[in-house]
């Protein structure tokens, strides 16, 4: 098993910055991948960014250049940088792990909580 927690996220205006965190905890030897999706209101939720075990990262076509994804491996977090700040990227911010149980040989997702970010316009 692993949890994830969030933090970070809040109201903000146009063309500013927040960092979101995720604290992962319980079996994080599991985890081949650590991501951010984000769901707006009345629509579905969608990838952000991923950044993998061995440091490689992906963004959705919208974030690349103002947000940035990594990790501290030491203390189970992931980060998520945002900047430049739109009214379209109100909604609920996600943490999601992609495990590997070895004990049990399967592959399961981990969800957080997720944490409400709001830009004004």
């Known amino acids: 098993q692993v949890q994830l927690v969030e933090s970070g996220g809040g109201l903000v205006q146009a063309g500013g910055s927040l960092r979101l965190s995720c604290v992962a905890s319980g079996d994080i030897s599991s985890i081949n991948a650590l991501g951010w999706y984000r769901q707006a209101p009345g629509k579905q939720r969608e990838l952000v960014a991923v950044i993998s075990h061995d440091s490689k990262t992906s963004f959705a076509p919208s974030m690349r250049g103002r947000f940035a994804i990594s990790e501290d491996t030491r203390k189970g977090t992931v980060y998520l940088q945002m900047n430049s700040l739109k009214p379209e990227d109100t909604g609920v911010y996600f943490c999601?792990?992609?495990?590997?149980?070895?004990?049990?040989?399967?592959?399961?997702?981990?969800w957080g909580q997720g944490t409400q970010v709001t830009v004004s316009s």
């Open positions: 999601n792990a992609d495990c590997y149980h070895v004990a049990t040989m399967k592959d399961v997702v981990y």
